[in-house]
């Protein structure tokens, strides 16, 4: 099973837009209620790429397994050498390193624009994010406790840092 780790197309949009929606619907790494409509994200990963961000998809076979992008971390100047990123694998692609190779093309890229920092917002419940994290030498740097509400609960979210130089 060879995987291809390439920037996003047009095309991958749907398959992109299924990923995003299966999580908004089924899991708490995204804190959005309502599925995205194609045009939304369209619109979101135009905006990405237009401002120089990366979206990178994993490729098997020619269907999309997975993506992951980085972008602004907060809108003021100061930080523009913090990204805050986001990895998603379908279900059907989870625990076969599709995730690690699309974080290690993220941070590869990130170093690449001479970036500083990586930040990464998870949700407390997602203890196999945090260890996948971990691994790529991830730190947790605070909690903010019930900074989100899904499912009927208040959720935690944990804050993640990578130092890139």
Known sequence: METLIRPYRDSDI????AIINYNILHSTSLYD??????????????????????????????????????GEFRFRE????????????????????????LLRRLIDEAKSQKLHTMIGVIDAENKESILFHEKFGFKTVGVIKESGYKFERWLDSVIMQLFLD
Request: no cysteine.
């Open 14 to 17: 749907p398959e992109i837009l």
């Open 33 to 70: 209620y309502t599925p995205r409509t194609l045009e939304r994200q369209s619109e979101l990963l135009a905006e990405k790429t237009t401002k120089n961000f990366p979206v990178f998809v994993a490729e098997i076979n020619g269907k999309v397994a997975g993506f992951g992008m980085y």
């Open 78 to 101: 100061a930080y523009r050498f913090t990204v805050e990123h986001s990895v998603y694998v379908t279900e059907a692609f989870k625990g076969k390193g599709i995730g690690g190779k």
